[in-house]
């Protein structure tokens, strides 16, 4: 059976540099790796996505409703999987995945005096769209500020061009997703921590990289 690993955390943590690491460390193992990235902002569902997330329609990401907004992402993953056979890989990594969903649809402004929506969303990707779940879900843990400064380096992104989304470019919003994210960790056994900072310092990418692979030694 696949074993599904997905990358998660605030923006700026180097899900996808850690993901090419642990792609290429199997790969060279003997395993056979698939890789997947949402949202797809070159699908339907995912442009739209990246259409909210700029503010360039008109309307942005940050103030639509959350149930509206998680539909949106749900349905870019459902799109994605239609027509994509994994089961013959391995292992499939994904760089955000439904938790992503679940973490920002809860911790807007707008969604600050709502019940979260993890329980829903859960229902909505799983039960309802029938999409897998992660075997483990790897949340990597940066500051805030340390996270920003890898936002600031990433340049020129199709969906936004080079400035930050309309989640990035607010640091309550990092810092409400990151303690989110935390709290995720301790209702779903599925979900493990990744610590990427000592003592106010950001590990080194090889350093991240070990700790990866040792949280996964039971699943691999």
């Known amino acids: 059976m696949t074993k599904i690993i997905a990358f998660e955390g ?8 850690q993901m090419d690491r642990l792609s290429k460390r199997l790969t060279t193992s003997g395993y056979r790796t698939l890789e997947l990235s949402f949202p797809v902002y070159h699908s339907f569902f995912g442009a739209e996505v990246g259409r909210l997330l700029s503010g360039r329609s ?5 103030d639509v409703e959350g149930r509206s907004m998680a539909l949106w992402y749900a349905l870019d993953r459902y799109e994605a999987f239609l027509n994509f056979d994994y089961n013959n890989a391995d292992v499939l990594l994904i760089n955000r995945y439904v938790l ?24 909505l990707e799983h039960e309802h769209f029938h999409m897998p ?5 790897l949340v990597l843990d940066v500051s805030p500020d340390e996270a920003a400064l890898n936002v600031d380096k990433k340049g020129y992104r199709p969906y936004v061009g080079s400035k930050r ?20 960790a301790q209702r779903m056994t599925e979900v493990r921590v990744i610590s990427c900072m000592d003592k106010g310092h950001l590990l080194s990418i090889d350093a991240v990289a070990e700790c990866i692979a040792e949280n996964l030694i039971d699943i691999l």
């Open 10 to 17: 605030i923006d700026g943590t180097g899900k996808s540099v």
């Open 58 to 62: 008109g309307i942005s990401a940050h």
């Open 100 to 123: 992503s969903n679940a973490v920002y649809q809860s911790i807007r402004d707008c969604d600050l005096d709502s019940p979260d929506l993890l329980d829903f969303i859960l229902e």
């Open 133 to 137: 779940r992660a075997h483990v879900h």
């Open 165 to 184: 989304d309309v989640y990035e470019a607010i640091p309550s919003i990092q810092e409400r997703a990151r303690l989110k994210y935390l709290e995720y």
